[in-house]
Protein backbone atom coordinates (compact mmCIF):
# COMPACT_ATOMS: atom_id res chain seq x y z
CA UNK A 1 0.00 0.00 0.00
CA UNK A 2 1.36 3.33 -1.09
CA UNK A 3 0.99 6.22 2.12
CA UNK A 4 -1.42 8.72 2.08
CA UNK A 5 -0.95 11.69 0.26
CA UNK A 6 -0.59 13.65 3.27
CA UNK A 7 3.15 12.44 3.64
CA UNK A 8 4.20 13.46 -0.38
CA UNK A 9 6.17 16.47 0.78
CA UNK A 10 8.82 13.83 3.13
CA UNK A 11 12.45 13.99 2.08
CA UNK A 12 13.18 11.44 4.51
CA UNK A 13 10.59 8.41 5.46
CA UNK A 14 11.18 9.82 9.28
CA UNK A 15 8.25 11.50 12.12
CA UNK A 16 9.76 12.75 14.94
CA UNK A 17 8.24 11.64 17.39
CA UNK A 18 6.09 13.91 19.97
CA UNK A 19 8.34 14.46 22.88
CA UNK A 20 6.92 15.62 26.30
CA UNK A 21 7.83 18.87 27.72
CA UNK A 22 10.41 19.15 24.98
CA UNK A 23 8.51 19.21 21.64
CA UNK A 24 7.58 23.23 20.69
CA UNK A 25 6.70 24.76 17.57
CA UNK A 26 10.46 25.86 16.95
CA UNK A 27 11.36 22.37 16.70
CA UNK A 28 8.21 21.25 14.89
CA UNK A 29 8.72 24.18 12.23
CA UNK A 30 12.92 22.99 11.49
CA UNK A 31 11.63 19.17 11.43
CA UNK A 32 8.96 20.09 8.73
CA UNK A 33 11.24 22.27 6.85
CA UNK A 34 14.08 20.05 7.01
CA UNK A 35 11.55 17.55 5.63
CA UNK A 36 10.36 15.05 8.07
CA UNK A 37 6.92 14.86 10.01
CA UNK A 38 7.55 17.30 12.76
CA UNK A 39 4.75 16.87 16.20
CA UNK A 40 4.45 17.64 19.75
CA UNK A 41 2.33 17.07 22.16
CA UNK A 42 -0.85 19.13 22.58
CA UNK A 43 -0.65 19.40 26.51
CA UNK A 44 2.95 20.70 25.75
CA UNK A 45 1.20 24.10 25.45
CA UNK A 46 0.27 25.56 28.81
CA UNK A 47 -2.43 27.47 29.54
CA UNK A 48 -4.52 25.16 27.14
CA UNK A 49 -5.27 28.89 25.18
CA UNK A 50 -1.37 28.24 24.11
CA UNK A 51 -2.31 25.45 22.01
CA UNK A 52 -4.26 27.87 19.70
CA UNK A 53 -0.95 30.35 19.59
CA UNK A 54 1.10 27.78 18.72
CA UNK A 55 -1.10 26.12 16.05
CA UNK A 56 -1.16 29.11 14.54
CA UNK A 57 2.79 29.72 14.57
CA UNK A 58 3.02 26.49 13.15
CA UNK A 59 0.92 26.38 10.06
CA UNK A 60 1.49 30.45 9.43
CA UNK A 61 5.11 29.54 9.05
CA UNK A 62 4.95 26.95 7.34
CA UNK A 63 2.80 28.16 4.44
CA UNK A 64 4.70 31.10 3.97
CA UNK A 65 8.01 28.28 3.77
CA UNK A 66 5.92 26.82 1.27
CA UNK A 67 5.68 29.86 -0.89
CA UNK A 68 8.80 30.60 -0.58
CA UNK A 69 10.04 27.12 -1.59
CA UNK A 70 7.62 26.12 -4.12
CA UNK A 71 9.94 23.05 -5.33
CA UNK A 72 10.43 22.16 -1.68
CA UNK A 73 7.47 22.18 0.46
CA UNK A 74 7.56 21.40 4.10
CA UNK A 75 6.56 18.25 5.34
CA UNK A 76 3.28 17.60 7.75
CA UNK A 77 3.25 18.41 10.98
CA UNK A 78 1.13 16.25 14.01
CA UNK A 79 -0.09 16.65 17.21
CA UNK A 80 -0.52 14.16 19.73
CA UNK A 81 -3.45 13.66 21.97
CA UNK A 82 -3.39 11.23 25.08
CA UNK A 83 -6.62 9.63 24.94
CA UNK A 84 -6.87 8.49 28.52
CA UNK A 85 -9.51 9.29 30.55
CA UNK A 86 -7.58 11.75 33.21
CA UNK A 87 -7.00 14.33 29.79
CA UNK A 88 -9.41 16.76 31.11
CA UNK A 89 -8.18 18.62 28.14
CA UNK A 90 -9.02 16.18 25.15
CA UNK A 91 -12.40 18.09 23.75
CA UNK A 92 -10.85 21.62 24.49
CA UNK A 93 -7.58 20.47 22.01
CA UNK A 94 -9.73 18.81 19.73
CA UNK A 95 -11.27 21.38 18.52
CA UNK A 96 -8.73 23.62 18.59
CA UNK A 97 -6.97 20.94 15.92
CA UNK A 98 -10.02 20.96 13.62
CA UNK A 99 -9.61 24.75 13.39
CA UNK A 100 -6.37 24.23 11.93
CA UNK A 101 -7.40 21.11 10.15
CA UNK A 102 -4.19 19.32 11.56
CA UNK A 103 -3.43 16.73 9.13
CA UNK A 104 -2.34 14.50 11.30
CA UNK A 105 -2.75 13.46 14.75
CA UNK A 106 -1.33 10.81 16.95
CA UNK A 107 -3.18 9.02 19.66
CA UNK A 108 -1.61 7.63 22.46
CA UNK A 109 -2.97 5.38 25.29
CA UNK A 110 -6.49 4.40 24.44
CA UNK A 111 -8.17 4.12 21.05
CA UNK A 112 -11.38 6.36 20.58
CA UNK A 113 -13.83 6.08 17.39
CA UNK A 114 -15.25 9.74 18.13
CA UNK A 115 -11.41 11.26 18.23
CA UNK A 116 -10.79 9.21 14.92
CA UNK A 117 -14.26 10.63 13.07
CA UNK A 118 -13.45 14.30 14.28
CA UNK A 119 -10.35 14.37 12.71
CA UNK A 120 -11.32 12.17 9.68
CA UNK A 121 -14.14 14.81 9.45
CA UNK A 122 -11.71 17.75 8.60
CA UNK A 123 -9.67 15.51 6.33
CA UNK A 124 -6.92 14.49 8.94
CA UNK A 125 -5.34 10.88 9.64
CA UNK A 126 -4.88 9.20 12.42
CA UNK A 127 -1.78 7.10 13.72
CA UNK A 128 -1.89 5.45 16.93
CA UNK A 129 0.76 4.20 19.38
CA UNK A 130 0.40 0.56 20.07
CA UNK A 131 2.68 -1.94 22.43
CA UNK A 132 1.62 -4.98 20.80
CA UNK A 133 -0.75 -6.56 18.07
CA UNK A 134 -3.85 -6.93 20.26
CA UNK A 135 -3.56 -2.96 21.03
CA UNK A 136 -2.92 -2.79 17.12
CA UNK A 137 -5.89 -4.37 16.65
CA UNK A 138 -8.49 -3.02 18.37
CA UNK A 139 -7.02 0.45 17.24
CA UNK A 140 -7.75 -0.14 13.55
CA UNK A 141 -11.08 -1.61 14.11
CA UNK A 142 -11.73 1.90 16.33
CA UNK A 143 -10.77 3.57 12.74
CA UNK A 144 -7.14 4.70 13.12
CA UNK A 145 -5.72 4.32 9.59
CA UNK A 146 -2.12 4.16 10.93
CA UNK A 147 -0.05 2.68 13.42
CA UNK A 148 3.18 3.40 15.48
CA UNK A 149 4.53 0.30 17.29
CA UNK A 150 6.60 1.28 19.96
CA UNK A 151 8.63 -1.35 20.44
CA UNK A 152 11.52 -1.89 22.93
CA UNK A 153 14.08 0.42 23.59
CA UNK A 154 11.88 3.50 22.93
CA UNK A 155 11.96 7.01 25.06
CA UNK A 156 8.92 7.24 27.13
CA UNK A 157 5.78 5.08 27.25
CA UNK A 158 7.81 2.07 25.50
CA UNK A 159 6.93 -1.43 25.25
CA UNK A 160 8.41 -4.70 25.02
CA UNK A 161 8.22 -6.16 21.99
CA UNK A 162 11.03 -6.67 19.60
CA UNK A 163 11.04 -4.52 16.42
CA UNK A 164 10.88 -7.37 14.28
CA UNK A 165 8.13 -9.42 16.52
CA UNK A 166 5.68 -6.23 16.81
CA UNK A 167 6.30 -5.64 12.52
CA UNK A 168 6.11 -9.06 11.30
CA UNK A 169 2.56 -9.83 13.89
CA UNK A 170 1.38 -6.92 12.21
CA UNK A 171 1.97 -6.85 8.80
CA UNK A 172 0.47 -10.43 8.70
CA UNK A 173 -3.01 -8.41 8.37
CA UNK A 174 -2.31 -4.57 8.44
CA UNK A 175 -0.82 -3.39 5.30
CA UNK A 176 -1.83 0.66 6.02
CA UNK A 177 0.67 3.13 7.24
CA UNK A 178 2.94 1.70 9.49
CA UNK A 179 5.54 3.67 11.55
CA UNK A 180 7.93 1.86 13.50
CA UNK A 181 9.01 3.50 17.14
CA UNK A 182 12.44 2.25 19.63
CA UNK A 183 15.90 3.48 20.07
CA UNK A 184 16.49 4.27 15.79
CA UNK A 185 18.49 7.47 15.66
CA UNK A 186 20.65 6.61 12.45
CA UNK A 187 19.83 6.38 9.19
CA UNK A 188 20.90 2.86 8.98
CA UNK A 189 18.15 2.51 11.46
CA UNK A 190 15.54 3.95 9.43
CA UNK A 191 16.52 1.42 6.36
CA UNK A 192 16.46 -1.25 8.96
CA UNK A 193 12.86 -0.06 9.90
CA UNK A 194 11.66 -0.07 6.09
CA UNK A 195 13.10 -3.47 5.63
CA UNK A 196 11.42 -5.58 7.69
CA UNK A 197 7.89 -3.33 6.96
CA UNK A 198 7.74 -0.32 8.28
CA UNK A 199 6.84 2.39 6.19
CA UNK A 200 8.25 5.35 8.30
CA UNK A 201 10.80 5.25 11.55
CA UNK A 202 9.58 7.39 14.28
CA UNK A 203 12.71 9.16 15.96
CA UNK A 204 12.26 10.88 19.37
CA UNK A 205 15.55 11.33 21.64
CA UNK A 206 17.93 11.98 19.10
CA UNK A 207 15.76 15.31 18.89
CA UNK A 208 15.99 16.09 22.61
CA UNK A 209 19.57 16.98 21.62
CA UNK A 210 19.12 19.69 19.26
CA UNK A 211 19.30 23.68 19.08
CA UNK A 212 15.65 24.24 19.17
CA UNK A 213 14.09 21.43 21.81
CA UNK A 214 12.76 23.22 24.66
CA UNK A 215 14.96 21.18 27.02
CA UNK A 216 17.52 21.86 29.96
CA UNK A 217 20.94 22.05 28.90
CA UNK A 218 22.04 18.81 31.03
CA UNK A 219 19.05 16.79 29.68
CA UNK A 220 20.77 17.63 26.08
CA UNK A 221 24.10 17.03 27.30
CA UNK A 222 22.86 13.64 29.25
CA UNK A 223 21.77 12.80 25.70
CA UNK A 224 25.04 13.53 24.20
CA UNK A 225 27.15 11.76 27.27
CA UNK A 226 24.62 8.45 27.04
CA UNK A 227 24.72 5.17 25.99
CA UNK A 228 21.44 2.15 26.36
CA UNK A 229 23.64 1.60 29.36
CA UNK A 230 22.69 4.88 30.90
CA UNK A 231 18.59 4.64 30.21
CA UNK A 232 16.17 2.44 32.84
CA UNK A 233 12.53 1.02 32.26
CA UNK A 234 10.41 1.84 35.02
CA UNK A 235 6.68 2.19 36.15
CA UNK A 236 6.95 4.41 38.77
CA UNK A 237 7.20 7.77 37.31
CA UNK A 238 3.58 7.85 35.35
CA UNK A 239 1.99 4.16 36.09
CA UNK A 240 2.85 2.80 32.83
CA UNK A 241 6.14 1.47 32.11
CA UNK A 242 8.48 4.05 30.36
CA UNK A 243 12.21 4.28 29.67
CA UNK A 244 13.92 6.90 31.41
CA UNK A 245 17.81 8.80 31.95
CA UNK A 246 19.13 7.56 35.08
CA UNK A 247 21.38 10.50 35.74
CA UNK A 248 17.76 12.04 36.15
CA UNK A 249 16.76 9.48 38.23
CA UNK A 250 19.80 10.16 40.89
CA UNK A 251 19.16 13.77 40.79
CA UNK A 252 16.18 13.13 42.46
CA UNK A 253 17.56 11.07 45.05
CA UNK A 254 16.41 8.08 44.06
CA UNK A 255 18.65 4.48 42.90
CA UNK A 256 17.53 3.89 39.49
CA UNK A 257 18.24 -0.05 39.89
CA UNK A 258 16.33 -0.30 42.05
CA UNK A 259 13.01 1.77 41.76
CA UNK A 260 9.83 0.70 43.44
CA UNK A 261 6.75 -0.34 40.77
CA UNK A 262 4.21 2.18 39.98
CA UNK A 263 0.41 2.11 39.94
CA UNK A 264 -1.23 2.71 36.79
CA UNK A 265 -3.79 4.21 39.05
CA UNK A 266 -1.93 6.89 39.47
CA UNK A 267 -1.45 7.72 35.82
CA UNK A 268 -3.04 11.64 35.31
CA UNK A 269 -2.54 13.56 32.48
CA UNK A 270 -5.10 16.34 33.54
CA UNK A 271 -4.66 19.73 31.95
CA UNK A 272 -5.55 22.00 34.80
CA UNK A 273 -3.18 23.30 37.55
CA UNK A 274 -0.60 24.34 35.32
CA UNK A 275 0.90 26.32 37.61
CA UNK A 276 1.37 23.67 40.50
CA UNK A 277 4.61 21.51 40.79
CA UNK A 278 4.00 18.26 38.87
CA UNK A 279 5.67 15.11 40.80
CA UNK A 280 8.41 13.64 38.98
CA UNK A 281 8.70 16.29 36.51
CA UNK A 282 12.25 16.27 36.34
CA UNK A 283 12.80 12.30 35.31
CA UNK A 284 14.08 12.75 31.63
CA UNK A 285 11.96 10.55 29.30
CA UNK A 286 14.81 8.87 27.09
CA UNK A 287 15.51 5.70 24.66
CA UNK A 288 18.25 3.61 24.04
CA UNK A 289 19.17 4.45 20.65
CA UNK A 290 21.36 7.36 21.92
CA UNK A 291 24.42 6.20 21.59
CA UNK A 292 24.55 7.84 18.08
CA UNK A 293 24.02 11.15 19.63
CA UNK A 294 27.16 12.77 19.93
CA UNK A 295 26.81 16.80 20.11
CA UNK A 296 23.63 19.28 20.53
CA UNK A 297 23.17 20.67 16.63
CA UNK A 298 20.75 22.44 15.02
CA UNK A 299 17.51 19.93 14.04
CA UNK A 300 18.47 20.20 10.74
CA UNK A 301 22.14 19.28 10.67
CA UNK A 302 20.40 16.08 12.86
CA UNK A 303 17.63 15.47 9.81
CA UNK A 304 21.00 15.88 7.31
CA UNK A 305 22.93 13.47 8.76
CA UNK A 306 20.17 11.05 9.16
CA UNK A 307 20.20 11.45 5.29
CA UNK A 308 23.77 10.88 4.82
CA UNK A 309 23.30 7.39 7.20
CA UNK A 310 20.14 6.52 5.20
CA UNK A 311 21.64 6.96 1.60
CA UNK A 312 25.01 5.48 2.40
CA UNK A 313 22.69 2.14 3.88
CA UNK A 314 21.33 1.83 0.82
CA UNK A 315 24.46 2.01 -1.05
CA UNK A 316 26.04 -0.60 0.87
CA UNK A 317 23.16 -2.88 0.49
CA UNK A 318 23.41 -2.16 -3.02
CA UNK A 319 27.38 -3.55 -3.33
CA UNK A 320 26.08 -6.42 -1.16
Not at 61 to 69: E, F, G, K, Q, V
Not at 106 to 127: E, F, K, M, P, Y
Not at 134 to 159: S, T, Y
Not at 222 to 238: K, W
Amino acid sequence: MTLPAVFDHLRLPVIGAPLFIVSNPRLVIAQCTAGIVGSMPALNARPASQLDEWLAEITETLAAWDRDHPDRHAAPFAINQIVHKSNDRLEHDMQVCAKYRVPIVITSLGARSDVNDAVHGWGGIVLHDVINNAFARKAIEKGADGLIPVAAGAGGHAGVKSPFAIVQEIREWFDGPLALSGAIATGGGVLAAQAMGADLAYIGSAFIATDEARASEAYKQAIVDGTSDDIVYSSLFTGVHGNYLKASIRAAGLDPDHLPEGDVKTMNFAGGGEGAKKAWKDIWGCGQGIGAVHAVVPAAELVARLQREYDAARERLRLR
